[in-house]
Every structure is written in C-alpha cells, then in structure tokens.
C-alpha cells in the first residue's frame, strides 16, 4: 500500500467521521485543522485509519505532519517498517 | 422571561419533556398513560440480548429512530442516553421559552450514573483485543459527566452543570438539587432531567440475580409482567425512558404545570436494595411541612411501587402508617417501566400532566390490589381534579425521597394547556 492509497483511506475515515465534509475537496496539501477538524475527530479519524490498515503504532509517533500528504507519507513510512 | 424580582414566590415547572416506550413528547406519554396500548415486550437492542438457553429479559424500549437537532458529526459520537436527553431538553426548552434568559442564570443537573454502560460493554468487547484502536473520544465518553456535557455545548447552560446519583431516585434528587438552586438565587431557572438507564445485559443480569427484576411465572406474557403493587408481583421489569423538567419561580403571567412546594431526602444507612418504612415516612412529613401541608390535604400518590415484592410491602407500609387510605394512588410503572435514573423525573412529569387532564391514569395488572384497604385507581382511568400530589421515589443505597407537587392556582390564567 502507497502513500496516495493511505491518503485515499484518511479521506474515507475524514467523510464517515464528519459527514459535512461528504462533497468537499479535500487534498493532499491540506490540514484538518483548516477542514474544520477537531482534535478530538483528528484522534478518531487517525485511530481509524490506523485500524483499518492494521498498523499499531503508537500515537506519539505521529505527530509533527503539517498537511494530510505528510501525514499519508509518514503512515506509510511506519507501516513499511513493520 | 422568568420572573426573577419576586424571590420568595413558589417553585413552578414551566417546561416538559419526555420521552418513554410509546415515544417520543409529552403525546406520546399522555398516550400511554391514559390509552390502552401494551408498551411491554422482550428487550433486543445490541448489548442486551441473551444467549438462546437464557431467559429473555421483558421490557421496553425506545422506537427508532430518535428524534436529534445535532449535526451528523455531532450524533455519532453520542450515545443513546446523550441523544435522548437532548431531544427530551429541545422540548422541555421550548415549551418553557427560556431563550431570552441569561445563560449564566440557567443551571443544569442529570440524574443518574452508569448511564451508558450498554454501550461500554459493547466497547469493552469490541477493544479487548484490540485496544491500540481505541477512538480517542472514548476519554471522556465513559465519564458520568457525558450526558450533562452534551446538554451544555448544545444549549445555552452557563449558570452550572452537573450529575447526581441516587439510583432509582435520580429523577427525583436531580429536582431537589434544581429546586434548591432555584430556591437559593444561586441561577434563576434550573433543569432536572432524569437521564435514560442505558442497562447492559450484565446489569439485568445482576437484577435478576438479586431478585428485584421480574418475571418469571409471566415470562411468555410480557403484558403481564409489570404489575406494582398486585398480587403475583415478582419484581420490577425495566423500560427505558428521560424526562426534563424546567423550574423556576412562579410568575402567573407565565404558564406553567402547578408547583413544587416541599420535597425532603432521607438516607437510611443502607448499602444495598433494601426499603425502609421509617425513612421513607420521614421523608413524607419533611416534604409536607415544608410545603405547609398535612397528610390530609394529599388527595392523590404516586407511588415508587416497583413490583419488588419486599419494595412493594414496605412502600404499602407507609401509606398505611402516613394515613393515606383516602388519597388516590396509582402506579405509573405498570405502564412505562421502571425508567431508574429516568424513572423520578418521568413520573413526576406524569403527575402533572395528570393534573392537566384532570383524570388519573389506571395501573396494569392490578388484580387485586396488595391492600384494598387503599384507595387505587383500578384498571380503567379515574376522574379526579389533583390538587395536592404527593411523589415517592426510592433508591438502592439507602434513599428515601418525597415531594410535593401542588395544582396552579385557580387565580389567574396559568395552566400549559
């Protein structure tokens, strides 16, 4: 799995979770933050993204990504470790 | 707007909401009460259904779908007991038309505990092995304080906020602590509600296990079940509900359901479920010199009146010692359910819209009465103006609570129509 295809399943989880966001954009330069994403929802939209790839990583480890690409990038990163 | 200039003025309920098996508004419990229609089946939400060799649990429980004003990114992160509350506050609210009133001057109280523990134990089964993928959310969504923090961020609530617990008698301790923070100045318009019991199916096992949950000689005929205060009472039989009331000192140019003039809670040094006659008599004298009343003046009772067998011939007991064989009695909870945590609240609402309707509502099941020696409404609705009610309300852990709720003056225009 690629960085753009964990890109595509945050995107997924960011729908489910806030359905208000169901027809907007949403690119890899974005932050969920400027989407209007909470931090309680960044938990629950990171948590399940990380579920449904199966990668237990601890949360601490992922901080420090600015936009949704890096994150993506940083995801695939750890996953390809284990 | 609340009269807020006379502070010596009576406690009045100006605002409603509720929410029971027949649905969802104050209809839909005048529906129940005074209608015929059997609201008892066998309970089947997720989390609550036994395996094929047990005995299902009889109950009632709330028709999908629940009726929300949260955004979609907002409800599906509450749970049953956070969303009913707020559908039953929206009407509660409105009705009051409380929305030019202060934030800072409107407080909040949930009564209740342990109010999602359906749904932590469907958690619990769910992250057990996977707990790494435990949403975030779930930090503050086990804590008691959930259902009273989505009432606050939906409503306008800035005076304060918080949960009490006194088991079964949480509807009714969350009104007493309302009353009180009306009574002292401390906001001028408080909210009582009495949160939905969200039970797991370990906690009705645990009731069954005690014996207080009914019942199994009607276990093929849920109907039957429920039946306070009757012969062949084996326990009480769970139904899901909330209430809101909204208090705040009487202004007669606002509407209103009657007052709230007297209300006492005594604890009895119990730990576990066992009644106690004296305490709850005690309670019944505190709450009535408070209001200014004899036992004489009580022409209607709304009983606490599980089906407990024990719960039942203490409560009889007490009417009996108290002197209250002319009042009228009924048992709401042959009709609804035992809401717990709900249970005080939603029976109070029903007291006032009994005294709206100038009728009484009958008692399920009631064949024959524990005691004839009482006045009961039997099974059909009785005629009768309420003017001076008397509430019981008692919980595990050694409550015992009394109240006294009084008809609006015949002065001035003032009765919710």
Known sequence: MDSNAIFQILINEIRSIIPELEDHPIARGDAMADLGVNSMERGDILVSTLEAIELEVPMTQLFGPRNLGELADLIHAKSAQQ | ?417
């Open chain 2, 1 to 417: 707007m609340p009269n807020q200039h006379n502070n010596k003025a009576p406690l009045a309920v100006t605002g409603i909401g509720a929410a029971c098996g027949a649905g969802f508004g104050k209809d839909a419990l005048k529906q129940a009460l005074f209608g015929t229609e059997n609201l008892f089946s066998f309970l089947e939400r997720p989390g609550r259904r036994c395996e094929k060799q047990d005995t299902p649990f009889i109950g009632i429980e709330l028709p999908e779908p629940i009726p929300t004003i949260l955004p979609p990114r907002i409800e599906r992160t509450v749970g049953l007991s956070g969303r009913v509350a707020v559908s039953v506050l929206h009407e509660a609210w409105h009705e009051a038309n409380i929305d030019t009133v202060d934030p800072g001057r409107i407080g909040l109280v949930v009564g209740g505990s342990g109010l999602n523990s359906r749904e932590q134990a469907i958690a619990a089964d769910t992250y057990s092995k996977k707990p790494a993928f435990i949403p975030p959310r779930y930090g503050h969504m086990f804590l008691d304080t959930e259902v009273g923090a989505i009432c606050t961020s939906t409503f306008p609530i800035r005076g304060f906020c918080h949960t009490v617990n006194a088991a079964s008698a949480s509807g009714v301790v969350a009104t007493l602590q309302a009353m009180q923070a009306v009574s002292s100045g401390q906001v001028d318009v408080c909210i009582a509600l009495g949160a939905l019991q969200d039970l797991s199916l370990i906690d009705l096992q645990g009731f069954r296990a005690m014996g207080a949950m009914g019942s199994p000689s009607f276990a093929s005929t849920p109907f039957e079940a429920s039946r306070p205060m009757s012969q062949d009472h084996e326990g009480f039989i769970y139904g899901e509900a909330c209430a809101a009331l909204v208090i705040e000192r009487l202004d007669t140019n606002r509407a209103h359901y009657g007052t709230l003039t007297g209300g006492a809670q005594v604890a009895d040094g119990n730990r576990g479920p066992e009644p106690n006659s004296q305490a709850q008599q005690q309670a019944a004298h505190m709450a009535l010199q408070q209001a200014g009343l004899h036992i004489e003046d009580i022409d209607y009772v709304n009983g606490h009146a599980t089906g407990t067998p024990l719960g039942d011939k203490t409560e009889l007991e007490t009417y009996r010692e108290l002197g209250l064989n002319k009042a009228w009695i009924n048992t709401t909870k042959s009709i609804i359910g035992h809401g717990l945590s709900a249970a005080g609240a939603i029976e109070l609402a029903a007291v006032f819209l009994q005294m709206q309707q100038g009728q009484l509502h009958p008692c399920r099941n009631m064949n024959p009465a524990l005691d004839t020696s009482l006045k009961w409404v039997g099974t059909a609705p009785q005629q009768h103006i309420i003017q001076n009610a008397l509430k019981f309300s008692f919980g595990f852990g050694g409550t015992n609570t009394a109240i006294v709720l009084q008809a609006p003056s015949s002065e001035g225009k003032s009765q919710h129509a």
